[in-house]
């Protein structure tokens, strides 16, 4: 009798193993997909032929991808979503915007949420967008710094990417900008960006198409993105 309720323990036990270790694999997926973080504690993650490394609690992220593969959870498709999409950048706002608003200085209407490119309705309040404002105050909210030897013999290929993927983000997104491009001392370049998700984006797609060592570092409290490809 005792043996058998030792075996029925032990049976319960397993299966409730099972459902943590299940749920843990849930959460983990969930972690690089929704790019969540743990109250506090240190995760490690090696996917495949990526190497990341989460420092978790109020400590900025870095993110380290190398060699040719984007793992799953680290692609263009879902980069919309990667800390919260900001369509709704509160940069400089003083309160809820009226709908619609549009911006004097570059003509995008906040309409149903979000702002867009559109004809500009004729009782629209009027209120400088997010990207106006950062553009006018000079603080991007993404670093991209681009750097190598492969880059400095390919920049001119090179930055036709950076500038159509700019121009296909900023097409659907009018908040995702490119602020400026300067020539950095070590032969390499620095582009600020309106936008985090567009820095993210640009890198991503630099990766995709030439490989090279892909870093991003995110700074949770100032909400700002610095992304470093180097080739």
């Not at 843990?24 to 929704?34: A, F, P």
Request: hydrophobic content about 35%; overall charge neutral.
């Amino acid at each position: 009798m005792f043996l058998k309720s030792l075996i029925l323990i032990r049976s319960k036990v397993f299966k409730i193993i099972a459902i943590v270790c299940e749920l843990s694999h849930l959460y983990m997926t969930m972690l690089v997909q929704k790019d969540l973080s743990f109250s506090g504690g240190y995760c490690q993650l090696f996917l495949w032929f990526g190497r990341y490394e989460m420092e978790v609690g109020n400590e900025p992220q870095e993110i380290i991808m190398s060699n040719s593969t984007i793992p799953t959870g680290f692609n263009n498709e879902r980069s919309e979503h990667m800390l919260q999409e900001h369509e709704h950048d509160a940069y400089k706002l003083k309160g809820k915007l009226q709908d619609p608003t549009v911006c004097p200085q570059c003509n995008a209407v906040f309409h149903e949420g979000r702002w867009q490119w559109r004809q500009v309705p004729a009782e629209a309040h009027r209120e400088i967008c997010p990207a106006c404002h950062r553009i006018h105050d000079h603080y991007p909210a993404g670093f991209l710094a681009l750097q190598g030897k492969f880059f400095a013999t390919h920049s001119k290929e090179i930055m036709n990417l950076v500038h159509n993927v700019e121009k296909h983000e900023r097409k659907e997104h009018p908040l995702k900008r490119i602020m400026a491009v300067e020539d950095k001392k070590d032969g390499g370049i620095l582009i600020t960006t309106t936008d985090l998700h567009l820095a993210r984006g640009i890198g991503e797609a630099l990766h995709h198409a030439y490989q090279g060592e892909l870093k991003f570092h995110y700074n949770k409290e100032e909400n700002l993105l610095r992304v470093s490809w180097t080739h």
